[in-house]
């Protein structure tokens, strides 16, 4: 009976966590949209945002939100839906967010500065000027590449490049030069960067630099007879990516050959902006400027699903696992574990005092695997091989071999 109740117990918490959400910014409504990927429902005033949203992501059970009109960063704990500010330099224009161990890096397109703020201590915030116009990043072994578009005003554009600044010393080490205004960047299993360059809008069209990220060697340069491509993701079938930023579709090229797969003429989902994918289905955001926005849901053959009506202008989503409440996390039997600290950043110890019969525990992560076992109660945040697990959600069963009982733990970054 006890194994049967475990057994459902563990499917409970499997399929609650392998469950997907979306979040995507409505930056004219000023509202972000909520998708829930199980019930194919939408709520499209989940919270209410600053001014001129413009990009989303997505940490430990908090979405953070870019708002560039109101120069400040809007963190929401998805488990309250209640919101915190990091507030900037007026007139900075926040444009893009990355986060990595701990830190969220953001880009000023109006003053040229790159932020790092301590996602423990939200006033914790370093500047580091890189020029004209950074926007997209990209972090690899402990470099984070930035896109500088060099804008300087209507058609004018200094040389466009990447900078690149080591975390470990917040300093510019260097620059990688591309072509005209390079937006966003995305790196494939080879480790070759591809960067969207999007051109001066009039003489100079769009196109896709690829490099070596060991050797900083240009491999290809794919010319996009077309403009105003800004976005780039990688997508099924070894297919990258390349959404219009006025909402034209989307041209394709083979990851290895670079060849063009859908280019001018034949664009895929001639609505679309920006996609991305998991293990069920494509996400096609349909960006509207001054109506409703939309996003596709198709199977990854392509075929229609489903399409929800989001707020204006959607600029921007994320895909995160779907948040578990604590009082959705079941416990048999009357059988309370204490952990401490939780969070934690390099060990965490588990206590039970009803009970004086050995106890074992064991810990899955947030796909339900199982990672690590001990009778022991303590853990080092390493599974069972030695390797060091990443920051995130982890879940605690422990037994006395008649009650058990499972709790949520959060592992920090060091």
Same mark, same amino acid.
């Given at each position: 009976?006890?194994?049967?109740?475990?057994? *459902?117990?563990? *499917?409970?918490?499997?399929?609650?966590?392998?469950?997907?959400? %979306?979040?995507?910014?409505?930056?004219?409504?000023?509202?972000?949209?909520?998708? $829930?990927?199980?019930?194919?429902? +939408?709520?499209?005033?989940?919270?209410?945002?600053?001014?001129?949203?413009?990009?989303?992501?997505?940490?430990?059970?908090?979405?953070?939100?870019?708002?560039?009109?109101? $120069?400040?960063?809007?963190?929401?704990? %998805?488990?309250?839906?209640?919101?915190?500010?990091?507030?900037?330099?007026?007139?900075?224009?926040?444009?893009?967010?990355?986060?990595?161990? &701990?830190?969220?890096?953001?880009?000023?397109?109006?003053?040229?500065?790159?932020?790092?703020?301590?996602?423990?201590?939200?006033?914790?915030?370093?500047?580091?000027?890189?020029?004209?116009?950074?926007?997209?990043?990209?972090?690899?072994? $402990?470099?984070?590449?930035?896109?500088?578009?060099?804008?300087?005003?209507?058609?004018?554009?200094?040389?466009?490049?990447?900078?690149?600044?080591?975390?470990?010393?917040?300093?510019?080490?260097?620059?990688?030069?591309?072509?005209?205004?390079?937006?966003?960047?995305?790196?494939?299993?080879? &480790? *070759?960067?591809?960067?969207?360059?999007?051109?001066?809008?009039?003489?100079?069209?769009?196109?896709?630099?690829? !490099?070596?990220?060991?050797?900083?060697?240009?491999?290809?340069?794919?010319?996009?007879? /077309?403009? !105003?491509? #800004?976005?780039?993701?990688?997508?099924?079938?070894?297919?990258? /990516?390349?959404?219009? #930023?006025? =909402?034209?579709?989307?041209?394709?090229?083979?990851?290895?050959?670079?060849? %063009?797969?859908?280019?001018?003429?034949?664009?895929?989902?001639? !609505?679309?902006?920006?996609?991305?994918?998991?293990?069920?289905?494509?996400?096609?955001?349909?960006?509207?400027? /001054?109506?409703?926005?939309? %996003?596709?849901? *198709? #199977?990854?053959?392509?075929?229609?699903?489903?399409?929800?009506?989001? =707020?204006?202008?959607?600029?921007?989503?994320?895909?995160?696992?779907?948040?578990?409440?604590?009082? $959705?996390?079941?416990?048999?039997?009357?059988?309370?574990?204490?952990?401490?600290?939780?969070?934690?950043?390099?060990?965490?110890?588990?206590? +039970?005092?009803?009970?004086?019969?050995?106890?074992?525990?064991?810990?899955?992560?947030?796909?339900?695997?199982?990672?690590?076992?001990?009778?022991?109660?303590?853990?080092? &945040?390493?599974?069972?091989?030695?390797?060091?697990?990443?920051? &995130?959600?982890?879940?605690?069963? +422990?037994?006395?071999?008649?009650?058990? #009982?499972?709790?949520?733990?959060?592992?920090?970054?060091?």
């Amino acid at each position: 009976m006890q194994r049967s109740l475990f057994i *459902l117990l563990m *499917l409970f918490i499997i399929t609650a966590i392998s469950a997907q959400e %979306l979040f995507i910014v409505n930056s004219n409504s000023r509202t972000i949209s909520r998708v $829930d990927i199980d019930n194919m429902s +939408v709520v499209n005033d989940y919270v209410t945002i600053g001014e001129y949203g413009n990009h989303i992501a997505y940490h430990e059970d908090k979405i953070f939100i870019v708002n560039s009109g109101s $120069d400040n960063i809007q963190v929401v704990d %998805l488990s309250t839906g209640t919101s915190q500010y990091i507030n900037l330099e007026n007139s900075t224009n926040p444009y893009k967010i990355i986060i990595h161990n &701990g830190f969220a890096y953001v880009t000023a397109l109006f003053n040229g500065m790159l932020y790092k703020i301590d996602l423990n201590r939200y006033r914790n915030i370093t500047e580091l000027y890189l020029g004209n116009g950074p926007q997209g990043m990209l972090i690899h072994n $402990d470099i984070l590449y930035v896109a500088m578009s060099g804008f300087i005003s209507s058609g004018n554009y200094d040389q466009g490049k990447l900078m690149k600044v080591d975390l470990d010393t917040y300093t510019v080490i260097g620059d990688i030069p591309v072509a005209t205004n390079p937006q966003e960047m995305i790196i494939d299993e080879n &480790g *070759l960067i591809h960067v969207v360059c999007t051109g001066d809008y009039a003489n100079e069209m769009t196109n896709i630099v690829v !490099f070596d990220s060991a050797t900083e060697e240009i491999i290809e340069t794919i010319h996009i007879n /077309w403009s !105003f491509f #800004s976005t780039i993701q990688m997508g099924l079938e070894g297919l990258v /990516w390349v959404g219009n #930023s006025y =909402g034209l579709g989307f041209m394709t090229y083979d990851v290895t050959s670079f060849e %063009l797969v859908n280019g001018y003429g034949n664009l895929i989902y001639p !609505f679309g902006i920006q996609m991305i994918y998991d293990d069920s289905y494509i996400y096609v955001l349909e960006q509207q400027f /001054w109506e409703n926005s939309k %996003l596709h849901v *198709l #199977s990854h053959q392509r075929d229609l699903i489903h399409t929800f009506t989001l =707020g204006e202008m959607s600029l921007s989503m994320v895909l995160v696992p779907k948040y578990v409440f604590e009082k $959705d996390i079941i416990t048999l039997n009357r059988f309370e574990v204490v952990s401490y600290p939780n969070p934690f950043i390099s060990e965490i110890r588990f206590n +039970v005092k009803e009970t004086t019969k050995p106890l074992f525990m064991e810990i899955y992560n947030i796909r339900g695997q199982k990672i690590y076992s001990s009778d022991n109660l303590l853990w080092n &945040g390493k599974d069972n091989l030695g390797r060091e697990m990443p920051t &995130g959600v982890y879940f605690v069963n +422990v037994s006395d071999g008649e009650n058990r #009982s499972v709790k949520k733990i959060l592992r920090m970054n060091k």
